[in-house]
C-alpha cells in the first residue's frame, strides 16, 4: 500500500456521527475512534487502551472525555489518560495517539500523517448538504479491494463505455476519445466535451447537445465532478474550451466521490451526487441515486474481480493504454510524495 | 500440489456451455475463461486482461473474439489483442495465454501443458450423453481438499465397506478382498470378482449373484468404470478373469468421473452414471442419481475433514495399507512425469 | 500461545457426552476424539487416523473400541490399532497418541501434559451437578479470541463496573477497591468484602448488607467462586477476614468456569452457576442463567474486539495497571511453568 499520508482521509458522513456515540473506523491499517461530543467537536483518537489494547470504540463519552469500558481508563481528547481506576499516578506513557480531524462539506476528514502538518486549507472542495446550490443525495460502499484500484477505475473514464455500457447509457465516445488530463499540485484535472449527444441515461436531453464534463482528482482519493449540458455548437464555438458553469443550459450536476483505503485489501467508497436547484428537483435526485446504486454496483463487482485475478497472479504486471494518463500521472504523484514522506521521517529518525 | 500439466483436465459441463456466455474456471491455481461462439467452437483464454488484470470471464463475446468489459480490449480466440479502444497501436505483449480445449464426452477438456504437445488422443474414454448404450444422470461437487485427496479414495475402493456401509450397502467385502492392480501408460486398472452377492443398494439381486467391477483411473484424475451382475458361479468358471460385458445378465452400469484441482485446497469433483439400456431406464437412473448424491456427500464429509486433520498436523504422514497398491503406483506415476516435466522446463529454458 | 501442558483443561461436559458418540475437540491446537462406551467408560485420543489422517472422531465404536469410518482400521482405547482390513500384519508404529480423560465435577478434562505425570488430584475441585449443595445451570460460549485474554478478564474483576455497568449491576466497587489476591501452587486466590451494599442485579437485597466474594482462579483457567450476603457490620467484625460460608444469610451461590484454548485464535468457555439449595431454588437459578447469558456476551463482544486490535497492532504491549495483580502473578505463573516443562523435555531429549 503506497498512500500519502500527509492527507485528509474521509472517516464518514458528518450527519451520521450521532453526538456521544463512538464510531470505529479503519484507514491506512490504523483503527481511529472518533466521536462528536455533546457540545458538538468532534474528536479523533487511537481506537485502541494503552492498558489492555481494548478498543475505545467501545467506550463512554463522559463530557469531553471518551472513557474505555474494559477496565475504566478516561481519556482526554488528545489521547492523554486522566484516570486509571484503582490506582493514584498516571504514568507519562499513558496516552494514545490523536488524530486532528475536521468536519466539512457533509464528510469526516482524517488527518493520517504528521499532526505538526495538519492543514485545513487542503481539504478538498467538496460539495455537501450546506451547499445550498445542489440537490443530493448521498451513499457509501465497502470494497473487498485496495483503494488504488478504484481510485485507478475514477481516473480512466473509459469504462464508462463498457462498465456502464447500459446503466449510465453512456455511449462509446467515453472509450473513443481521450479527455484533457492536466497535472495539479495534488491531484489531476480531467475535461471533455461530448459533442452532438443525446447526453446519459436519466438526464437526457430531446435534441442533440454538448455535454460537458470535468472533474479533479485529488489526493488522497477525492473525485469532485460536475458536468452539464450546452446548445450544440458550443464547444466548438468555445475552441472545446471549458464554458462557464451558469450557462449550462440543462442537465448541470454535481458529484463528490472520496475513497478510503481501510486495509491494504478493504476499502470504503463515499459519494455524493445531485443535480443543480436550477437544473432539477428531488425526483429527479432520487433518479440519479437509483442510477448510481446499479452503476457503482457494476464497478463494485468488476473490481472486486480484478483484485481477486490480481491475488492469484504471482507477479501483476499492468500495460497502460492511451486512456491511463491521468492513472499514471495521479499515482507518479503519489509515489513522489510518498517517498518524500518517507525520507522525511529517516531524516527525522 | 503435484499435478502432470501435460494432461486434459475437466473444466466443465459441454451442454451447460450456454453459447456466448463467458465462464470462469479454476485449474492448478490458474485462472481460465471458457466460452462457446455462435458458431459453436469452444476457446479457452487464460482469465486476465493484459491491460489491468480485470477477468475475461466478465467479457462480452463478439464474433470468435471476446472484449474485456473494463475498459474495452479485445481478444482473438488465440489471446492476442486485436483492439485497444483509443489508441492506434497494439503492442506485441497485447496477448493473454491460450489454452487447448476439447468439448467431447460431454466434458469440456483444457490441456493445462506445453500447447504443443496437446494430444486429443490422450482425452480419456469417457462416457457422454452422446453415447447411445447409456441413459446418464450427472452431477458435481465443490470440495474445500485438494483433488489429490479425491483420487486417493477413488483408487482404493476398501473405503466403501465404511464409508458408505449404509448408502451403497455394499457389504464388508470390498475391505476384506483386494482387487486386482494393473499399472497402465497413464494411470492403473482396478478389477474385482465379489461372489455370492446379492449386489449393492438399488441394483440388488434376488438370487445370489457374481458381480464384476472395473475401473480405469486415469490422468490426470479421471475414473471410468463399469460393473455388472452375472450367474453365480460365473467367477470361479472364468477363473477369475474378466468377463465379456456383453454377457452381463442383471445391472450393467457405468460412471464417469473427473477431478478437478482448482487450487491447492479446493477441488471440484464432475461425476455421470447411469444403467445400460438394456439393463435399466430412466427411473432406475434416477435412483441411482438419488444414491450418488447421498454417497458422494458422505466422501465429501470424510474427505474435507481429512483435509483440516491434515492442515492441522505440522508434518503429516501416512502409512499405507495392502489396500494403498492403487493409491501408490497413480501417485508415483504423477511424481514421475511431473518430475519429468519439470525437467524438460529446466532443459529447454 | 504460552500454556501449562501438565494440567487438566476441560473438553466438555459430561452430560452431554452420550454414550458411543466419538467427540471432537481441538484443545492448544491438537485435535482430540473423546468417547464414552456403552459401559461408561470415558476415553480420548488424537482424532486422526495412523494410516491416512481421517479423523476418528468420525467413527465408530465398538466395545471399548473406535473404528476409524474411512478404511477401517480399529483402535484400543489406548491408540493401538488392533485391525487393518485387508491386511495380516499391523506394524508396531500403527498407533496414535492417548490422552489421560477423566469425567469429574460435571466436566471431562483431558490431561494435556505427559501421561506419566498425569495426575487426578491436580483436577480443580469445581462445583458439579453431582454437588447437592448447588441448584446449577449451565451453558458455553466459544471465541474468536486466546484464552488468555478471557484468563486476564476473569482475574481482574474491576472490568464488573464498566463491561457488566447495568447487566450485573454491581457498583462502582469494583473499579474503585482492591481485593486481596493471595499467590496460591497453582493459581491466584482473589477474595474481597463489599460492604454497605444492596447487592447485585437480580440478588438485591432491601437494605443494605456486608457482601463477600472469593475466587481460586487455577491452571490452567478454572475459576471457583462463591460469593454471599451477611449482616452490614460483619465485614468489620471479621477485621475483613473470610467469612463462613454457612453464616451467609442470603444470596450464597457458586460458580465453575473453565477456558479452553482451541488454537491461538479460538477458545471454548464453559460456565455453570446457581444457587446454594437454602438461598434460592430453581426460578432464581433460570434468572442467573439469563443473566450470565447477557452479561457474558458482554465479555465476548469485548474481548472479540481486544483481539482485533491486537492483531492488527505491529508490536502489542500492555500496560498493566494496580489491578492487574492478579493477572501478572497468574501469567508468571504460566511462565514459569511453561518454562519449565520445555526445560524438561530438553533434557530428556
Redesign the interface.
Known sequence: MTYVRNAWYVAGWEQELAPETPAAI?IL???IVIWRTASGSVHALE??C??????LS?GRCEGERL???????LFDPDGKVVE????ETI?P??RVKGYPVEARHSWVWVWMGDPEAADISLIPPAVGYDDPAYILGHGQLDYEAEARLIN?NLL?F??L???H?ISFGAGPQF????PKITPLARGIRSERWITGTLGASNRKSDVPVDSWQTYDFLLPGVLLMWSGNYPAGTAERLGYAPPPQEDAQQGLNFTSQAVTPMTDRTSRYFFSWGPHRDHGDEAMRDGMMELAAVAFGEDK??IE??Q???D??PD?V??????DRGVTLFNRLVEKLARAEAGGQQQAA
Open positions: 479503519t491499517g490504523e483503527r481506537d485502541r494503552v492498558h489492555r489494547l481494548a478498543p467501545l472513557r474505555c469500558m474494559y477496565h475504566g481508563l486509571i481506576p484503582g490506582q504514568p506513557r499513558a485507478d480512466d473509459s469504462h463505455s463498457y462498465v455500457a472509450a473513443q476519445s481521450q463487482v468488476m474481480a480484478q481477486k485475478v490480481i492469484m497472479t501483476p499492468v500495460m497502460p493504454s492511451a486512456h
